[in-house]
């Protein structure tokens, strides 16, 4: 599971086990913690318009998490691979809650496709997932999600109260922190 509420990584391949053997390659050298942990993978996504998708995870407990994801053919995301090439697709971050995120996002202003609407996977009932559009994070989706832990198992599971938001000035921005510089 990821220490921090940025959870992961996502890029879009052609080759799944490609993908995973590059990384396992460049982890060993780069990161080898993040191989210490059986990965998480998924041989099939069975919902919504990509549904037959595939992906998995170099699950990482101390830092954020390699996510890759091979799309079926002839499904959105793999007329976009087709279109793009292989790409970074998303960022992840937790939060236990999904809707009120993207409550307080729309009420910043940004650009949430499908309006903030948060999706359920059905083959993990407990995931909530979201997005905020590219045209606000400049180029590259950002997924809000439910929090998720590996025990080891090659899947998924719930993990609750990891990264809870607690109210409006636990995390003032820079501007709100330094005060402004006063010509004298």
Known sequence: ???????????????????????????????????????????EFSSGDDAGMKWATFVNNGGTEIQFIQPAPGTP???????????VHHLCYSTDDVPGAMEKLK?????????????????????????????STHGCLIEVASPYESRNDGKWHHAPGKFAYKGPGEHPSFAEMVPPVTAG
């Open 107 to 135: 009420a910043e202003g940004l650009h949430l496709p499908g309006d903030g609407q948060t999706y359920n996977d059905p083959d993990m009932t407990w995931q909530k997932w979201s997005w905020v559009g590219a045209k």
């Open 1 to 43: 599971m990821p220490s921090g509420p940025f959870a992961h990584v996502c890029m879009v391949v052609r080759d799944l086990d490609k993908a995973i053997d590059d990384w396992t390659r460049i982890l060993r050298v780069l990161d080898p913690a993040s191989l210490e942990e059986r990965i998480v993978k998924y041989d």
């Open 77 to 87: 995301m793999g007329n976009r691979l087709d279109k793009v090439g292989e790409h």
